[in-house]
């Protein structure tokens, strides 16, 4: 079975030639992913065996308690970055300030950014229920030779060029798209080899899920209430199924092949919801769009938005077409 499947470096060489002024520096980028993806997934897979359990003791940036495996996945992917030398600039939801990366010519010549979530649903890590890391990628605005800027990490989410995440799950796989369409590949422990698993993965544009915490509920706006109730009422092909693992990325995947809508609204009017927009929402909406999806905050589209701060947060719902534009009436709806 396996070696009719493409690999995931085969993958990225075969892709690379449809850029015609591809430097390499995207596939190496992607290949340094892949291999931190792996480290990280060795130390995921046996969580339950060694010290990596548990809060790590320390407090974000977020003011949320850093997870060991936090710190852990944080580390490992920083340093795979660094070693590799093939961005200028590193960005985490770990971290406070972005890291600039000087190239190994010590010229500033690399021309790409990355902002990361190493471990993404951390809340389900000593549950051992399925995590994942969030990737980002934005060719740099600032001059190449200067050490990068904030505003090279601050640009809106359409000027991606490329975004995926790793899901550690009963497999482990590796979702991501350069803007043309959205391949997953799962990785083969024994040989240690990603293969492409899920070519060309495209949201259906109607499902049956609908994935929301419902304990925020009380807090969210009226539309959306009325959206959730609308989910629930027994019509048509209603009420739909709910599903919420507590993992975006697990969350996310599982819509993406089954057909459903991921929401994390606004909590009360000041709470801008709980997701990050440069290293949750953006990757997120890219890949979402990527797979004809629809990814908005409700009033716009997650991608045109302009973001002000690195860890500034937003509204997200992103999944099937039909169902996102349900949402969107119902929301638009609550504001007449
Ligand atoms: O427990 P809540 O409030 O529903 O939040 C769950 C959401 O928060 C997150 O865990 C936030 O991500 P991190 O774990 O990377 O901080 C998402 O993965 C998930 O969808
Ligand atoms: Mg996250
Ligand atoms: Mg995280």
Request: proline share 4%; net charge neutral; charged share 20%.
């Amino acid at each position: 079975m396996t070696n009719q499947k493409m690999t995931l470096g085969e993958f990225i060489f075969d892709n690379q030639s449809a850029f015609p002024y591809s430097t390499g520096e995207l596939s190496k980028l992607i290949n340094a992913i892949r291999l931190a993806a792996k480290i990280t997934n060795h130390e995921v897979n046996k969580a339950g065996l060694v010290d990596i359990l548990g809060d790590a003791g320390n407090t974000n940036v977020q003011g949320e308690n850093q997870q060991k495996l936090d710190v852990y996945a944080n580390v490992k992917f920083i340093q795979t970055l660094i070693q590799r030398g093939i961005v200028c600039g590193i960005a985490s939801e770990e971290e406070e300030d972005f890291i600039a990366v000087n190239s190994h010519d010590g010229k500033n010549s690399n021309q790409y950014v990355i902002l990361i979530d190493p471990l993404d649903g951390s809340s389900n890590i000593d549950v051992n229920a399925s995590v994942g890391t969030i990737f980002s990628i934005y060719r740099r605005t600032s001059p190449i030779g200067k050490p990068v800027e904030l505003k090279d990490f601050l640009q809106p989410g359409n000027k991606q060029v490329a975004a995926g995440y790793v899901m550690y799950g009963t497999s482990t796989i590796l979702v991501y798209s350069t803007g043309r369409g959205v391949n997953g590949f799962t990785l083969n422990p024994a040989l240690g080899t990603f293969y492409l698993s899920h070519p060309n993965l495209q949201f259906p544009e109607n499902g049956r899920i609908y994935s929301v915490n419902e304990g925020n509920y009380v807090h969210f706006a009226q539309g959306v209430k009325d959206y959730i109730k609308y989910c629930q009422r027994e019509e048509e092909n209603r009420p739909y199924s709910s599903r919420y693992i507590g993992s975006l990325v697990s969350d996310f995947h599982r819509n993406l092949i089954k057909g459903g809508i991921y929401m994390y609204p606004r909590i009360g009017p000041r709470q801008n919801g709980k997701l990050r927009l440069t290293y949750e929402c953006n990757p997120i909406a890219f890949l979402t769009e990527q797979a004809n999806g629809v990814a908005t905050t409700g009033y716009e589209r997650i991608l045109d938005v302009k973001p002000t701060a690195l860890h500034q947060r937003e509204a997200l719902f992103c999944g099937s077409k039909n169902m996102v534009e349900d949402l969107i009436h119902f929301v638009r709806r609550d504001t007449l």
